[in-house]
């Protein structure tokens, strides 16, 4: 299927987004980073949500999520599953663990877990960073992801579409 067989669904998928998930992520987001009175579309919390939100129930969730799923230091240990030197295993976890140093991997995994307990998904991006000749990865917004939505598991997604704003000149180059 070609690009311009995509866009309609996209653009269908896009407005979808716009007008149920994006609000929920919205309010999500602020009960997260406890505005709860500064609800707008609602004129403030419900009772129920007010007794929710009065222990803040969303952040604990959060905060629990992350101390027990993400490691502190995350380090790769590589394993040979054949006869292979000792030199070239270390030389493999060396480059993997330098790239989880440098490029803040921690705070991507912990943005990233926020985002899935949050809105129920949170997305890795790998990119190679020409200055530094590495790997880096980035926790995307979700909120600038859109992908099938008719996908079930992973494996059927179609398109993956990340909204970046970038200048015309960086366009060009």
Same mark, same amino acid.
């Given at each position: 299927?070609?690009?311009?067989?995509?866009?309609?669904?996209?653009?269908?998928?896009?407005? @979808?987004?716009?007008?149920?998930?994006?609000?929920?992520?919205? $309010?999500?987001?602020r009960f997260y980073?406890?505005?709860?009175?500064?609800?707008?579309?609602?004129?403030?919390? !419900?009772?129920?949500?007010?007794?929710?939100?009065?222990?803040?129930?969303?952040? %604990?969730?959060?905060? !629990?999520?992350?101390?027990?799923?993400?490691? $502190?230091?995350?380090? =790769?240990? %590589?394993?040979?599953?054949?006869?292979?030197?000792?030199?070239?295993?270390?030389?493999?976890?060396?480059?993997?663990?330098? @790239?989880?140093?440098? @490029?803040?991997?921690?705070?991507?995994?912990?943005?990233?877990?926020?985002? %899935?307990?949050?809105?129920? $998904?949170?997305?890795?991006?790998? =990119?190679?960073?020409?200055?530094?000749?590495?790997?880096?990865?980035?926790?995307?917004?979700? $909120?600038a992801v859109f992908?099938?939505? !008719?996908?079930?598991?992973? +494996?059927?997604?179609?398109?993956?579409?990340? %909204? !970046? =704003?970038? +200048?015309?000149?960086?366009?060009?180059?």
């Open positions: 299927m070609k690009l311009n067989e995509y866009l309609p669904t996209i653009h269908r998928h896009v407005e @979808s987004f716009k007008s149920s998930e994006k609000l929920a992520f919205d $309010r999500l987001l980073q406890g505005k709860f009175y500064t609800d707008r579309e609602a004129a403030g919390p !419900t009772e129920s949500e007010l007794i929710v939100t009065s222990i803040n129930l969303t952040f %604990a969730i959060v905060e !629990t999520a992350l101390s027990s799923l993400i490691p $502190r230091n995350p380090q =790769v240990t %590589a394993l040979s599953r054949g006869p292979s030197p000792g030199d070239a295993l270390r030389g493999m976890e060396g480059v993997v663990n330098l @790239s989880l140093d440098s @490029s803040d991997y921690y705070s991507e995994l912990v943005l990233a877990l926020q985002d %899935a307990v949050l809105y129920g $998904r949170g997305v890795l991006k790998t =990119v190679w960073d020409k200055q530094r000749d590495l790997p880096l990865v980035r926790a995307c917004d979700m $909120r992908f099938d939505l !008719t996908a079930r598991r992973p +494996s059927d997604i179609r398109y993956w579409v990340e %909204a !970046t =704003v970038i +200048s015309e000149d960086e366009f060009k180059s």
